[in-house]
């Protein structure tokens, strides 16, 4: 059965997630024990949710809103292309509502949610569609993250169809490897030469004193990648900064053997 609507707001809870060592647990006993208290006494709770005591690779330890279950469900919807995933990353909402619009009634009057990849077909919100289509840079990032940390948690042996029906299964990391390379693909020449987020802008994909000069956009059209709203949103936007580096430097091999946070950290404090 479909949900109602198919938002972010179905995907937010991957950001919800946190991986201890075995060894941290051991060093807050109050912690452990309440873990394992609500672990006995909700029963109910736990058949949705994750085991905190569980182990996974390396003897690691995730608290998450989600079981492995429920984790399979939610990337099976966000790895459709014909829902969440698009060329250049995740959108903020379905594709499906495309030609399924969302409809409901409050008063006497109707209402309607539809998929709209760019600017909104309304003035509402100043005719910015904001979360209604398009790709943002920011969430992606985190969508990204919480799949690394989840790796150092399930490891190889868990893998999903990426994309959804394509028969190419891939494990967590590869995943957010798959979704960190499509953002990438926004600011880059493809086979014509021309770079997504500069959309049908020929003066910025062909003029030789422009075409180099990338602009950082406020949100992506959900399609195509083309740049949409405010072009100078460096400061979420130049996140794709690290969807690139992290591509190189972090060995997943690496992040199975000491933690996804532990590594990370390294790599941080090196610059």
Not at 208 to 233: C, K, M, T, V
Not at 237 to 260: C, H, Y
């Amino acid at each position: 059965m479909r949900l109602k609507v198919h938002s972010l707001v179905g995907l937010i809870p991957l950001f919800a997630t946190a991986i201890f060592s075995g060894e941290v647990l051991e060093k807050l006993p109050t912690f452990r024990e309440r873990a394992g208290y609500f672990a006995r006494h909700k029963t109910d709770l736990m058949t949705q949710i994750n085991h905190p005591l569980e182990k996974g690779v390396g003897g690691r330890h995730l608290f998450a809103p989600f079981n492995a279950k429920k984790l399979r469900r939610i990337l099976q919807r966000m790895l459709d292309e014909s829902e969440f995933l698009s060329p250049c990353g995740i959108r903020a909402l379905s594709r499906y509502h495309a030609e399924h619009p969302y409809v409901f009634s409050i008063k006497g009057g109707s209402y309607r949610v539809d998929y709209e990849p760019a600017e909104s077909s309304t003035g509402l919100f100043g005719g910015n569609s904001n979360w209604r289509g398009p790709i943002w840079m920011p969430v992606n990032a985190l969508l990204v993250q919480s799949l690394r940390k989840l790796y150092s948690y399930y490891g190889n042996d868990f893998k999903v169809e990426c994309p959804t029906g394509s028969g190419h299964w891939m494990n967590l990391w590869e995943v957010a490897d798959e979704i960190a390379r499509r953002l990438c693909r926004i600011f880059l020449r493809g086979e014509h030469g021309t770079r997504p987020v500069y959309g049908g802008s020929e003066k910025f994909q062909r003029d030789p004193y422009w075409r180099d000069l990338i602009l950082f956009y406020e949100y992506f059209h959900g399609d195509n990648g083309a740049g949409i709203g405010a072009s100078h949103q460096t400061g979420w936007t130049g996140l794709v900064a690290w969807s690139i580096k992290s591509r190189a430097v972090l060995d997943p091999a690496e992040v199975l053997e000491n933690g996804f946070d532990s590594v990370a950290m390294k790599i941080v404090r090196s610059y």
